[in-house]
T-cell receptor, first 118, second 120 residues
Framework: EADIYQTPRYLVIGTGKKITLECSQT?????MYWYQQDPGMELHLIHY???????EKGDLSSESTVSRIRTEHFPLTLESARPSHTSQYLC?????????????????FGEGSWLTVV | AQTVTQSQPEMSVQEAETVTLSCTYD???????LFWYKQPPSRQMILVIR??????QNATENRFSVNFQKAAKSFSLKISDSQLGDTAMYFC?????????????????FGTGTRLTVIP
């Protein structure tokens, strides 16, 4: 299995709370991603990063923010959680270099963080 | 924009039998990659198999093989000799190939998934 870890795995919080979902990888990968997945639906890319101090918004608009201060960490933060944020959040990283993809590159996923906002 | 469609929300197969999961996609790109990912219950999503669009030969990985029809924009996954450990959600995914580092390139677009259950 890939060395990419997400915490917490499951979280139930009240509306208005600030939360941070942690993601870390020990593979030295430059590129990292956050996907959002509602039950029974496809994964949507919400954030990605090419490396330290690089963050980009994905295809799905999200009220969350991310930071990339260290290569191995890519935390996602919701400043004020709402019930509409209830979802699964998947972190991933890939071994591509400098944004270039080759047929040998692979994307590795964490186990996901299930967030429920009540 | 790319779209990936998996028309079978759920499927089941008897152990040791063969099952085929369907996937179609829509793109105007000529060079791209296609993937099948497996997500077992409460476990990490892992890559099952990949196909490069410029390769005509269908990819094969042990019991897993694909039927890639570029003109029809179809990319089905065949699982032979199904095992109980194959029970999982299967996602088809598309990635546009960018020969240079362009922001936003080389990201995965996923389908809605097919839940496969292998019956003992």
């Amino acid at each position: 299995e890939a060395d990419i870890y997400q915490t917490p795995r499951y979280l139930v919080i009240g509306t208005g709370k600030k939360i941070t979902l942690e993601c870390s990888q020990t593979m030295g990968h430059d590129k990292m991603y956050w996907y959002q997945q509602d039950p029974g639906m496809e994964l949507h890319l919400i954030h990605y990063s090419y490396g330290v101090n690089s963050t980009e918004k994905g295809d799905l608009s999200s009220e969350s923010t991310v930071s990339r201060i260290r290569t191995e960490h890519f935390p996602l933060t919701l400043e004020s959680a709402r019930p509409s944020h209830t979802s699964q959040y998947l972190c991933a990283s890939s071994d591509q270099k400098r944004g270039l993809w080759t047929p040998r590159n692979t994307i590795y996923f964490g186990e996901g963080s299930w967030l429920t906002v009540v | 924009a790319q779209t990936v469609t998996q028309s079978q929300p759920e499927m089941s197969v008897q152990e040791a039998e063969t099952v085929t999961l369907s996937c179609t996609y829509d793109t105007s790109e000529s060079n791209y990659y296609l993937f099948w990912y497996k997500q077992p219950p409460s476990r990490q999503m892992i890559l099952v198999i990949r196909q490069e669009a410029y390769k005509q030969q269908n990819a094969t990985e042990n019991r897993f093989s694909v039927n890639f029809q570029k003109a029809a924009k179809s990319f089905s996954l065949k699982i032979s000799d199904s095992q109980l450990g194959d029970t999982a959600m299967y996602f088809c995914a598309f990635m546009k190939h960018a020969p240079v580092a362009i922001t936003g390139a080389n990201n995965l677009f996923f389908g809605t998934g097919t839940r496969l259950t292998v019956i003992p």
